[in-house]
Nanobody
Framework: QVQLVESGGGLVQPGGSLRLSCAAS????????MGWYRQGPGKQRELVAA???????NYADSVKGRFTISRDNAKNTVYLQMNSLKPEDTAVYYC????????????WGQGTQVTVSS
């Protein structure tokens, strides 16, 4: 079992920045593929940024050039640096991890609220 602990959400004005972090712990075998999703009220959850284990990063078109995903493998921690935030970025942001143990297994953080408002 893998547990994900998030931090860094909050209220920010348009044009501002936030940095989210997510630390994974538990029964981890090898490297985790990790990423960030978000979900606005009444909307489907969507991929924001992903960093597969040992693979290239991937971003939603709406955040390219503004958001940056990074990780510290020694800490099994993933970060999401969010710059030039817009009101449409307002959502609950979820950390996600995937690990292959016999089958692919998915893990989710509890979600952290990001609100962009003037």
């Amino acid at each position: 079992q893998v547990q994900l602990v998030e931090s860094g959400g909050g209220l920010v004005q348009p044009g501002g920045s936030l940095r989210l972090s997510c630390a994974a712990s538990g029964s981890i075998f090898g490297l985790l593929a990790m990423g960030w999703y978000r979900q606005g009220p009444g909307k489907q959850r969507e991929l924001v940024a992903a960093m597969p284990s040992g693979g290239p990063t991937n971003y939603a078109d709406s955040v390219k050039g503004r958001f940056t995903i990074s990780r510290d493998n020694a800490k099994n921690t993933v970060y999401l640096q969010m710059n030039s935030l817009k009101p449409e970025d307002t959502a609950v942001y979820y950390c996600h991890a995937r690990m292959f143990v016999v089958v692919w297994r998915d893990y989710w953080g509890q979600g952290t609220q990001v609100t962009v408002s003037s």
